[in-house]
């Protein structure tokens, strides 16, 4: 089974719109990492949580690790077509070093 | 700044084939060094890490092998590349403390036929 489950598997949505996908684990993260990809290319950092009830933002995109540490969403305000691509979370779920472990991603589309 | 490189962007191999990807990181030193592959529909698996020269540690059983013969330089070897081998590989860098972000190279795709 999946450690990590994204939700949902890939998202359309209209350009202008707010979204928010999922991330969430059966065992407590120690760590958070949302990255973006284009297809073919590497991945983008951008942001990490560690902490239960973080929130971190960056230009219009907003994460969040609930208290439990157990779940994290990604919320975009106001959808561009720059946003477009693929999402993974990537976490710690050892506590014990940098390896992280990926879920399947998230595609989403931004329609003009 | 730190930077990661690997190469070749794009490969196309025969099976039975040997493979070679190599993947330099500069503006650091003592770097974690990853290997991982992405496959369609079954995300990023995590092949090789490395804590330090010459040592490797292998998360899933396969046809590759990976050395780091010099402090900011991974390779990802085989010597006789299968269909099931084709992929998206990505080398990757962080620091050696938990909780510190991976960063990830361009990644090359490699097509076995």
């Known amino acids: 089974s999946q450690e990590l489950e994204q939700s949902p598997q890939s998202l359309i949505v209209q350009e202008g719109k707010n979204l928010t996908i999922n991330c969430t684990s059966s065992?407590?993260?120690?760590?958070l990492y949302w990255y973006k990809q284009k297809y073919g290319e590497g991945l983008i950092f951008l942001m990490m949580l560690q902490k239960g009830g973080e929130e971190k933002s960056h230009e219009k995109i907003t994460a969040k690790l609930d208290e439990k540490k157990q779940q994290s969403s990604l919320h975009i305000t106001a959808s561009q077509p720059s946003h477009a691509g693929i999402y993974l979370c990537?976490?710690?779920?050892?506590?014990?070093?940098?390896?992280?472990?990926f879920g399947k991603g998230i595609t989403l589309s931004v329609r003009p | 700044s730190q930077t990661i490189h690997q190469w070749p962007a794009t490969l196309v191999q025969p099976v039975g084939s040997p493979l070679s990807l190599e993947c330099t990181v500069e503006?650091?030193?003592?770097?974690?060094l990853y290997w991982y592959r992405q496959a369609a529909g079954r995300g990023l698996q995590l092949l090789f890490y490395s804590v330090g020269i010459g040592q490797i540690s292998s998360e899933v059983p396969q046809n590759l092998s990976a050395s780091r013969p010099q402090d900011r330089q991974f390779i990802l070897s085989s010597k006789k590349l299968l269909l099931s081998d084709s992929g998206f590989y990505l080398c990757?860098?962080?620091?050696?403390?938990?909780?510190?972000?991976?960063?990830f190279g361009e990644g090359s795709w490699l097509t076995v036929v």
């Open positions: 990757a860098w962080s620091l050696g403390r938990a909780g510190n972000t991976i960063y």
């Open positions: 503006g650091t030193s003592n770097p974690n």
């Open positions: 065992k407590t993260l120690y760590g």
């Open positions: 990537g976490a710690d779920i050892t506590g014990a070093n940098s390896k992280l472990t």
